[in-house]
């Protein structure tokens, strides 16, 4: 995913001269040929985060693209009052690709985690969040940051992430269905969507079909179509691998009071606490119940109207282990 | 042309006049930087033509009023925008907001930030060939920020000599002297040791000033440290710490403005 949405990046380098690139010491290897191609057109600011954005905001101002490119912490939490002021206040047409969405770091630490950005950048107004799921939206993400004229967060996972999507023109604005279905809607974003396309094929072995929809662009969500989508299923489970409370699944109770919505709703996710536990990335999904296994675990209990009315739960995944 | 001392009173006059109407604080810190602010925009930069002029950055944004009224005496800030300085429905705000057709390069408020900006600035006119320079306005209390010196790391290494960082020393911050805050000194030895081109002027001699923002800077960034004087120009003002967020009274102005008449 992470090399679909770089290689977009470098490509355009090739067309366009005020493309700039700075790192944060991060991404070894990534731009090796770029800075072979184009060096006068990368530098890495070092473990200097601060300064690596508040630098990146001056040169926008000179007019060049600037692509910042780090390990989500370092990016977001460390500078974050440097990307406030820096570059949203200011409103620059800045890219910010951070690297190691969710647990994709795991078992570095809690350090390196990256499951409460979406809550932090969604309080940044002018701000566009992306949380791709495959490398074709991360592609189509890095397109959209390149055209536009705000700020941009691409959140990103580096694990060799397979195609989801089919479709090499989609639109990375909208809710994008991965997979046709009835009865039930599995909403997610960014790369957990293989576990919801997963949990789908083991439900479809028992006759259900759940619709899995893939929600890339967080902020602004087109909130519209996404309830269009929902139209005519009762039922929606939400998955991601972020803190609910802040995420997707925070979004879907507002989504769920804006439009007065009756679905009923379960939000799978991240708990509201640091994780101590020491799994991979996989054994992390396992562990929060936010794998295929745990996604059809919870497809099946709400199926079996074992349910709880829309915004009155906290899903807590252990309770739904099968 | 006026003396640069003349006009440095005229902007000190309506900083005053700024600081009363709105009651608003920071008076001490505008006219501690007014001398610096007066050579730079009446002396120094070049603003014609202005989509190729060079870019002030006051970091040091809470003496935002200074910056206000040298854009006003310079003609490139309206009268009427000065006036609704931190008024209700007003124009301006305390620190700033970015408006760069009307000379807020950038937006400031918080300390650390525009110093680095400026930075990437500078090395950004480098890049596009432009012989544009970039001047950043820091404070002594600022110069405690990491951020600062995060960028005193990295802007000799990126060849950034079209930028200029003016230290406004008046050794006074909010609640003390950096001097007995912090390890300070010796600043001077600091910078030169971090690979800048380091000079160290009285920050109200017009003449020093000058020579030394036109100085070349031997292919480095440059840092000037200029000592000052918080609240300069007003007698009971100077270097008093309560001037850093006083409200200026009726009384206080008709003094100030009679001292500076």
């Known amino acids: 995913m992470r090399n679909a949405f770089i290689d977009t990046i470098l490509t355009a380098c090739r067309e366009r001269e005020d493309i700039f690139i700075l790192s944060g010491d991060a991404g070894l290897g990534v731009f090796d040929d770029f800075k072979k191609d184009f060096p ?13 954005i508040s630098f990146a905001a001056g040169l926008s101002m000179s007019g060049h693209k600037v692509l910042v490119y780090n390990i989500i912490p370092f990016l977001l939490y460390r500078c974050y009052e440097q990307v406030r002021n820096d570059i949203c206040y200011q409103q620059l047409p800045i890219i910010m690709a951070g690297i190691g969405c969710g647990l994709t770091y795991a078992p570095q630490g809690m350090t390196h985690y990256s499951v409460e950005d979406i809550g932090i950048a969604r309080g ?22 390149l055209q536009s004229d705000a700020p941009v967060y691409v959140r990103l996972a580096k694990r060799g992430e397979p195609n989801l999507h089919t479709d090499h023109t989609l639109d990375i604005g909208q809710p994008l269905v991965l997979a046709e279905g009835e009865r039930i809607a599995v909403l997610c974003h960014s790369v957990i969507a293989e576990e919801a396309l997963k949990a789908r094929t083991k439900l479809a072995n028992v006759g259900i079909y759940p619709r899995i929809i893939s929600i890339p662009m967080l902020q602004p969500m087109n909130k519209a179509a996404l309830v269009e989508m929902l139209k005519d299923v009762r039922i929606v489970l939400s998955v991601e ?9 925070a979004l879907l109770l507002e989504l769920v009071h804006e439009f007065g919505l009756n679905h009923t709703l379960l939000r799978l996710g991240l708990p509201d606490h640091f994780i101590h536990d020491i799994y991979n990335t996989a054994g992390m999904r396992a562990h929060f119940g936010i794998d295929a296994n745990g996604i059809a675990a919870a497809v099946h209990r709400l199926l079996d109207q074992k349910i709880i009315p829309a915004g009155a739960e906290h899903a ?5 282990q099968p | 042309m006026k003396p640069l001392s003349d006009t440095a009173k005229e902007i000190r006059k309506t900083i005053i006049e700024m600081a009363h109407r709105s009651k608003s604080p920071h008076v001490g810190s505008s006219l501690s930087c007014a001398d610096i602010l007066t050579t730079l925009y009446f002396d120094t ?4 033509p202005w989509e190729q002029r060079d870019v002030f950055i006051l ?5 935002a009023m200074a910056l206000y009224s040298t854009l006003a005496h310079k003609g490139i800030m309206s009268r009427p925008q000065i006036e609704g300085y931190y008024q ?14 009307c000379g807020v390069e950038v937006s400031g408020g918080s300390l650390g930030h525009g110093f680095n900006m400026g930075i990437g600035l500078a090395f950004g006119f480098k890049r596009k060939n432009q012989n544009r320079k970039v001047y950043a306005l820091i404070g002594d209390g600022e110069s405690q920020e990491g951020s600062i010196w995060e960028g005193a790391l990295f802007a000799p290494k990126v060849g950034a000599d079209n930028f200029t960082a003016i230290m406004d020393h008046n050794n006074l911050q909010g609640y003390g002297r950096p001097t007995q805050i912090c390890c300070f000194d010796p600043m001077r030895d600091k910078w030169e040791a971090f690979g800048w081109h380091t000079l160290e002027v009285n920050g109200h001699d017009f003449e020093a000033l000058r020579c030394a923002l036109k100085e070349d800077s031997q292919g480095k960034p440059k840092m000037i440290i200029a000592r000052t004087t918080k609240g300069k120009g007003v007698s009971f003002m100077q270097d008093q710490l309560i001037w850093h967020y006083y409200i200026v009274t009726d009384d206080h102005k008709h003094q100030a403005l009679e001292e500076l008449a």
């Open chain 1, 40 to 52: 006068e057109r990368f530098l890495n600011l070092g473990v200097a985060e601060q300064n690596t």
């Open chain 1, 124 to 145: 940044l107004p002018n701000l566009t969040v992306l949380s791709p799921a495959d490398p074709i939206e991360a592609k189509s993400a890095a397109l959209f940051a």
């Open chain 2, 59 to 63: 970091s040091k944004a809470h003496a």
């Open chain 2, 45 to 48: 930069m070049r603003l014609d």
């Open chain 2, 88 to 101: 209700n429905g007003g124009t301006l705000p305390a620190h700033l907001d970015r408006a760069p057709q």
């Open chain 1, 316 to 320: 807590y995944p252990a309770s739904l």
């Open chain 1, 241 to 249: 691998e972020h803190y609910v409370s802040c995420g997707l699944g």
